[in-house]
């Protein structure tokens, strides 16, 4: 290749305390190229290409801009070397305009004028192509166009070196293709285009070269044209790896927890559920795999109830047949209203009906045992709140990816923490610490968990810890759908390993365990199913025991096309 | 004279006072920074211009006393105003400290510098002589129009300042870069950093100069507006008026000029009634004019929160401080 | 090659960072040590503005500092009757009751700023009644049983304060308008409300707007007489204070508050209705400011004018805030903005400068005890040498 090299990275290495980010990574970047940047989650693809915009400092190693070692501290930094970088997370000021963006922060010494800037941004766009309205306020927007501004952006301040982070994640199929488009022009114009992605026909499609990083480590960098969608997965997967995970098989499964045609919009109308359907059974592990923002996120929380859905069903099964019924959910009145119903029978088979019988009377039996169901308990939990559900009877687990902005309070103790799903036990308005105390003791030691004590602030305890605590809180809710999203992302191998057996055991009690993953070697050792999503649908459900790696990595990647395989 | 005329021109000179107390309250929380300590400002505001006019007043009569001429007026107008800036901003520079750099809670800091600043102007005012710093000075800031009598007819110098200084303070928010990376700050800080905008060098000098702005209203009370001794009394409640013109202005500068007139004739009207003939009304009614800035405010800060629309909603990281390493 | 110059480049001198944790002493001993530099800057900022302190510097000075005991001990006195100490603990009381009352709320971070109007229309509720049930109170004679006629100012003072309170919190809870601003206009709204009640009941001789109420206290026979409401009030509060920990600790709306407080988003996920909270815990708050405004009317003052509250309401939040919203905390720090209160009013009249003397004093300690939250809350790092950087920039 006779091009000039427009940027090199050299020796750069990067460690957020004891992870490794990247290792020794040298990588070339040519002008008038779009080079892709390909890997897995968690493989360093951003924290490379942060170094190289002024977001994190190296600790080791060197970069030079067209042969000149240059060191960059800061985004204007960045931007004084001609480098932009479109973040996933838009930089934006919502009340502006786009033209108001695009030129803040940029010292042109010129008198300002909101004209000027107007017809400047409009000639970039025809320039490239873009389709814009510059005074267009940005909370008018569509994220498509959200992400043209920032792109503008980055060409208003004479940038010739472009970074963009999972540009197409957000975007409709049309979307895309005139990104790419545009992506061409710009490299016809003598840029150099740097996109991370993991969508291999979109690597295919729109790059020169790809550059392949596998935990950290740059593994190779290949042209495009040499490059098939297979090829490029097993370098991006790498070889299996056995992890040492006991897997049962699952013990008479049957349908827990079933979705039927959801679909969501999150805050911003977009589509990030469409059509999903599937069953997690009791007794067995359903993994979730998926490029992180695919959905998974959405999915968990529509079933506790913390999104709002637009259409489609939850139905829950609660197996409650031949149990008997209590009062701790349920009060007197629907209690009444169910036998009238014929919900219940006594121990001998005999319908209940407590025609006759008093308040008291019907306390004393159902106290007793003396009533049971006679069939399980369906019930769809579709616009519930997480109140409702848990007033239903219904014990929904859920470890949620943000542990302590959703699913603890670090600033309490482990005791206090405990207390967040159960505090409402009991009709007295003051709190009872006795058992969440013994239950916080009783996680620290089966978990082992090192804290200086039970009142410890857990925001002041390591990743692995406060995880341990989390899924020990809920698992101790005895639920009946334990819910996992990246349960062991950040933790150590020790403390994976303690997560993935309590997993195990939920599973062989019989628990409906969803377990959204991102590592696959883990979800392929660990689930039953894989569950594979991708932009927001279902793209295959397969047998985790027969699945390989590449058949899952390819529809994570693709879109939806015939790779449909395996059932449900 | 049309007696509701002179009415109208009484609200717009008491209204004076608003517009540079909310200018500069405006300027401070476009900056992302809700200052509570207005009031005490525009108090201290006012002491400083006092304790320098008491000062060039005294060498003014030794002059006299020495067979020279006495200071012409002007060099009254310019010290006295410029000691009402330079107290203010010190009193700016306080508040931009704690709340800035040491990243103090905006509406304790607030609090506390308020009664900091009613407490020493009081016991500053206490010290000076009125018959120094005020009789004698305050017809120089009648001009341009000192040589009329009719007290009802001057607007000075102050005034049309102040219609200045908020039209100006539009201009540079609406109409500049420095105001674009302002509104930037206010919005959204850690997008303004990301762009290279020194947050830290423009919180500062937002909230430092809205201060000067706003210690001019003290002044301009005790000067112009009222010119009695008693004046700086009641400077701090004006100031809270002025916070709450803040909301009703929906934070543009020049539409605090039409909403101090409104404050203004509400506020005065219990006292302006008994001028007018053939009105008699229940004296009640005036008390409850004088609540009717603040309800109106209210209505406004509902209205605006239910309609919730973007542009008339306070800054989006009002009363939030910002901390780089938390983006 | 020019490792050397890339190697300078790589941080600056120092940067800061949140502390991960400090132990309550050392930040309790950081309080201190700024409250010791605020009582030194304070006197030089008196030296300056004091002429009879510069008359005579060194006598001068110790007695200006002597003052703060003087402001709350009497020399020679006994305790049941030393006068001083006696107003010490009923203004404690009276501005940590305040504090109390907007705790609950701050700690939820519904930034309520307005305790000051919600306490006058306590006063105003129970005052209200005391016009309305006793026509002749200002001639001293009475119609209704006093016990009867104590508890409907009651109701009436904490009813009156809930609905002030509640007012914000419905707004704030529904469409989420700044509570901050809207609590603050209340407190004006309030003001004129009793200016213009104080009106309309005016005695025919009566010019300035404030009236006379004596005979509607408490009395405890058994007791001397300036001890009598006193001894009442401290105590009432004692008890809300352990109260309010109590229900802020051990209940489950306390526990509510805080995970509200901590995250919105973990109150979701635990099933809260975050609307819920926010009016309920406003209506504590209310009530407990009816509470404050009951005692300001029926057990202290026995007047009412519009600035009863005297700033309390405004002081209170410096009083929860600096103690961290502990009620207990807030025992010290009431108590601690009291002496400052009262040995500056000494100063003031011992060395005769404007009764406003004590507000300045009490703000430049103020400044020094907000600042230090800095260095509690914050750590200065320095660049190590020969150590790479590590999490300069780590989220």
Known sequence: MNKKIALSMRGITKRFGSVLANNNVNLDVYQGEVLAI??????????????????????????????????????????????????????????????????LGVEEGKKYNLKNVNNRVREIADKYGFHIDPEKKIYDMSVSEKQTVEIIKVLYRGADILILDEPTAVLTPQEIDRLFEVLRRMKEDGKSIIIITHKLHEVLAVSDRVAILRKGEHVATVDTRDATESSLTEMMVGKKVELNIDRSEPVNPAPRIEIQ?????????????????????????????????????????????????????????????????????????????????????????????????????????????KVLFKEDEVMNLRHKTP?????????????????????????????????????????????????????????????????????????????????KVLVGREIAFTPKVLMAAYPVRGLDINSSYTIYHLLNKQKEKGVAVIFVGEDLDVLLALCDRILVINSGEITGIVDARRATKEEIGLMMTQTKDASKEGNS | MNIWLSYLIDSVAFGVTFIYGSTGEILTEKAGHLNLGIPGIMCMGGAGGCLVLNTIGKISMAMVEKGMSPLPGFVFVIAGILGAILMSML????????????????????????????????????????????????EFYRWPFHMRNDPLLYLGVLFYLSIFIALAASYVLYKTKVGLHLRAIGESPSTADAVGINVTKYKYLATIIGSAIAGL??????????????????????????????????????????????????????????????????????????????????????????????????????????????? | MNDQKATSLREPLFHLTKRASISSAVAWLIRLAAVIIGLAVSGLIAFLLIEKLRLNPKEGIAKFYRCFYEGIWTEGKPFWENRSIWKFLKDTAMLLCIALAVT????????????????????????????????????????????????LMFGAAVLASTVWALIPAIFKAVWNTNETLFTLMMNYVAMNLVNMMLFIWRPKDFTLPSMNFDKLSFQFENLKSFVNNYLVIVLAVLALTFILFIYLKYTKHGYEISVVGESVRTAQYSGISVKKVIIRTMIVSGILCGVAGFLFASGLNKTIKPDDVGGNGFTAILVSWLAKFNPFGMIVTSALITVLNLGSAEISSDFDVSSAFPNV???????????CEFFINYKIVFRKRSNRVKGASIK
């Not at chain 1, 951003?46 to 801009?65: H, Q, R, V, W």
């Not at chain 2, 400077?235 to 007139?261: C, D, K």
């Not at chain 2, 309800?295 to 780089?324: A, D, H, W």
């Open chain 1, 38 to 103: 390909l890997g897995e989650n968690g493989c360093g693809k951003t924290t490379l290409m942060n170094m190289i915009a002024g977001i994190y400092f190296p600790d080791e190693g060197k970069i030079y801009k067209e042969d000149k070692e240059v060191v960059i501290r800061s985004p204007k930094d960045a931007f004084d070397l001609k480098i932009g970088m479109i973040h996933q997370h838009f930089k934006l000021v919502d009340l502006f305009t786009a033209a108001e963006n695009i030129v």
């Open chain 1, 261 to 369: 045609h959801l679909s969501l919009k999150n805050a911003e109308g977009i589509d990030v559920l469409k059509d999903v359907s599937f069953i997690a059974n009791s007794g067995e592990i359903l993994g979730i795999a998926g490029i992180a923002g695919s959905g998974q996120k959405e999915l968990l929380e529509a079933i506790t109830g913390l999104q709002p859905t637009s259409t489609g069903d939850i139905i829950f099964t609660n197996p409650k047949k031949d149990k008997p019924v209590s009062f701790f959910h349920k009060s007197l009145a629907r209690v009444k209203f169910l036998a009238k119903q014929g919900a219940f029978h006594d121990e001998f088979g005999n319908e209940v009906s407590f025609n006759g019988l008093g308040a008291k009377a019907i306390r004393r039996l159902v106290n007793n045992g």
């Open chain 1, 387 to 467: 109140l409702q559900i848990r007033q239903l009877g219904i014990h929904l687990s859920f470890v949620p990816e943000d542990r302590l902005g959703m699913g603890l309070v670090g600033s309490m103790g482990i005791t206090d923490n405990m207390m967040l799903r159960s505090y409402r036990k009991g009709a007295s308005g003051f709190l009872n610490r006795r058992k969440p105390k013994q239950l916080a003791e009783s996680i620290i030691h089966e978990l082992e968990v090192s804290t200086p004590g039970v009142n410890t602030p857990v925001r002041k305890l390591s990743g692995g810890n406060v995880q």
């Open chain 2, 91 to 138: 009193m700016g520079l306080i508040y931009s400290f704690l709340t800035v750099t040491l990243r103090a809670n905006q509406n304790v800091t607030g609090l506390v510098l308020t009664t900091f600043g009613t407490g020493l102007m009081k016991v500053i005012m206490s010290k000076l002589d009125h018959t120094i710093y005020l009789e004698g000075p305050k």
């Open chain 2, 217 to 327: 209203g003290g002044f301009y009370y005790i000067m112009d507006y009222s010119g009695s001794r008693e004046a700086y009394l009641s400077i701090e409640a004006y100031g809270w008026m002025a916070i709450a013109l803040v909301i009703f202005a929906l934070w543009r500068p020049h539409f605090t000029i039409i909403g101090s007139i409104v404050f203004g004739f509400l506020f005065s009207f219990g006292s302006q009634i008994v001028n007018i003939e053939g009105i008699s009304i229940n004296l009640v009614m005036t008390y409850l004019l004088k609540m009717l800035p603040y309800i109106c405010t209210i209505i406004v800060l509902i209205f605006t929160s239910i309609r919730n629309k973007r542009e008339n909603q306070p800054p989006q990281s009002l009363g939030l401080p910002y901390f780089r390493e938390d983006r």
């Open chain 3, 104 to 151: 609950p709320a701050f700690k939820m971070k519904f930034w309520n700023t307005g305790a000051e109007g919600q306490t006058l229309m306590g006063i105003l509720g129970a005052i209200t009644v005391a016009v309305w049930l006793v026509p002749q109170a200002r001639n001293a004679s009475m119609s209704v049983p006093y016990w009867t006629l104590q508890l």
């Open chain 3, 361 to 371: 004093l009490v703000g430049i300690i103020l400044f020094f005890v907000i600042g």
